[in-house]
């Protein structure tokens, strides 16, 4: 196994991109030399308050090493004093490097003229390959005779990029197998990410990191509707057209798993594909995920320095994906959410309560399923896209929201046991005042078949309301705004579908609760 030095500092421009968190920077150095069959057995890291371009040696600053395999701060003082730490461990270092016990270091704006010089001359005359980042000390170190491999530029670099770029210039000079090793998947992945990348697309995940977008855009959807506030509506608007962007930065983000890089590209493609609304900008993110990734790679197979293969990855990744979208992608996109949406028309033109009492009934198996935000979720955005409200919007505030309400409510005033009270209450709050954590009453659905049931049948009745009445709305809202955001002139009908899932989920609940307790005190009679 290959040993590794990472020596160096927090730098200039490093402190801002990575440089100020030594642990999350190690953990991707960690992680991708591990999966490379490599070992880091060597940490000289100074860690200053702020970027060394503008601090003095009189400033707070900390060295760090590495004990048992963890990073450790080893001392803490001002600059000054710190260095002086620094190169007495540099010259423990180079006495390792001399003897054969080092066989690469990883300089991170390290300070070749300074407390790395020793070092780097014990590594220039063992001819060990090197590899960093640090324009200008990275050139100092090749002065000192130091054989680099790979250099680049501090700007435009994450930790996981340098990471990724140290190991491959390495692995490469060494014939060792590589594939980066994305996200938290661990070394075992290696030799299997690029199989890994396709299983990285997962719908639920994508649309349930975007949530809080959609929960703000339906927030501003109800405050619009208070007198006063009309200008909101043009901020709703807004949102709705943005959608598709923040849907494709979380897609490209987590499918390639690149962080910035992947978020840069998945905005630029996004931006491209808004007029193919949400499906547009899932395939756009998609798109510009798969592309993002394997573009770094093949940059840093090719020892294109870092700054540049995050520009290739961000720039032509997402380029090229939202050139796709816009020309090819985002019509079909058009066409297949006009086509979703017409055919729940023509089901609620059909039948429009059958339509409503189905839905209803299916919706709480399809979030206990975890279908919800990979299937229903971007269906309402369809929806909500053309009409700026919804059937299954609706559907959701009365067969999951308020079901959870009316359920929790009931084991806050009658519940089997005391200690269900103070379980039910915080979900109560958060399902009347923010619209969301239906999960909150799934302890209670759980463990009784009969508040299974009357959640089901709540879901149903008040589902099959809603297909009748017409009703249109949103989820995300405070329970008591829901009417306001209604499809016009339907506040009062949407509200009768309120009360009517919750005072079945309540009663059907507290019935449960009250035979269950029954039971407990015959059971408790019987054993006296």
């Known amino acids: ?39 880091v057995v060597w940490l000289q890291f100074v860690g200053a308050s702020g ?73 220039a005359e063992k001819k060990i390959p090197l590899v960093g980042t640090g324009g200008s000390s ?27 770029a140290f190991t491959t210039a390495l692995a490469k000079e060494w014939g060792l197998k590589y594939m980066p090793v994305i996200g938290n998947t661990g070394a075992s992945a290696a030799g299997k990410i690029e199989a890994n990348i396709w299983k990285r697309i997962r719908f639920r995940g994508i649309m349930m990191t975007s949530l809080p977008a959609f929960i703000a855009m339906a927030l501003a959807l109800a405050l619009g509707k208070i007198p006063g506030l009309g200008a909101l509506e043009d901020v709703f608007n807004t949102l709705i057209g943005a959608l598709p962007i ?63 293969a995050n520009i290739c990855a961000a720039g032509i990744g997402g380029l090229a994906a939202g050139l796709i979208c816009l020309y090819l992608i985002s019509p079909a996109a058009l066409i297949l959410g006009n086509k979703i949406r017409d055919l729940i028309d023509t089901c609620l ?20 399923g975890g279908v919800y935000h990979a299937a229903i979720l971007p269906i309402v955005l369809l929806e909500m896209e053309a009409a700026g409200t919804s059937f299954l919007g609706a559907i959701d505030m009365t067969g999951l929201v308020v079901v959870s309400a009316g359920i929790t409510l009931a084991n806050v005033i009658y ?41 089901l049948l709540a879901a149903a009745v008040s589902g099959g309301l809603v297909g009748a009445l017409g009703v249109r709305g949103t989820a995300y809202v405070p329970i008591f705004s829901a009417p306001g955001v209604a499809n016009e002139g339907k506040g009062m009908a949407y509200l009768i579908c309120i009360l009517v899932a919750f005072v079945i989920a309540l009663t059907v609940t507290l019935l449960a609760n009250r035979i269950e307790r029954r039971k407990y005190e015959n059971t408790k009679k019987d054993f006296i």
């Not at 949400?278 to 592309?291: H, K, Q």
């Not at 020892?303 to 540049?308: D, L, N, Q, S």
């Not at 033109?349 to 206990?368: D, K, R, Y």
Request: aromatic share 8%.
């Open 1 to 39: 196994m290959k040993r590794i030095a990472v020596i160096g500092s927090s730098g200039g421009n490093l402190y801002s991109q990575g440089g100020n968190n030594i642990d999350g920077m190690m953990k991707e150095i960690f992680m991708q030399t591990e999966s490379a069959g490599m070992e």
């Open 51 to 123: 970027s060394m371009d503008t601090i003095g040696q009189d400033s707070p600053a900390s060295l760090f090493c590495l004990e048992n395999g963890k990073v450790k701060e080893r001392f803490s003082g001002s600059l000054n004093k710190v260095n002086e730490q620094a190169e007495a461990s540099d010259l423990e270092l180079a006495e390792r490097i001399r003897a054969g016990e080092i066989d690469t270091m990883m300089l991170l704006s390290a300070d070749p003229n300074g407390v790395n010089r020793q070092a780097i001359m014990a590594a």
């Open 138 to 164: 990275i050139a100092a170190a090749q002065n000192l005779g130091a054989h680099i491999i790979s250099a680049s530029g501090t700007t435009g670099t994450t930790s996981r990029t340098r990471a990724v």
């Open 246 to 308: 923040v849907v494709s930065a979380v897609a490209a983000k987590q499918i390639s798993g690149l962080d910035e890089v992947g978020i840069v590209a998945g905005v630029t493609a996004g931006i491209l594909s808004v007029d193919g609304g949400i499906i547009g900008g899932l395939c756009a993110g998609i798109f510009s995920g798969i592309f993002a990734y394997y573009i770094i790679v093949f940059c840093f197979r090719h020892k294109v320095p870092g700054t540049t």
């Open 349 to 368: 033109a059909f039948n429009p309560m059958v339509a409503g009492l189905v839905a209803g009934l299916l919706i709480w198996p399809s979030i206990i």
């Open 415 to 455: 519940p089997k046991q005391r200690s269900d009270s103070s379980l039910a209450l915080p979900g109560l709050l958060i399902n009347v005042f923010f619209g969301t954590f239906v999960e909150a009453s799934y302890p209670f659905m759980f463990s009784n078949k009969l508040v299974f049931a009357g959640a």
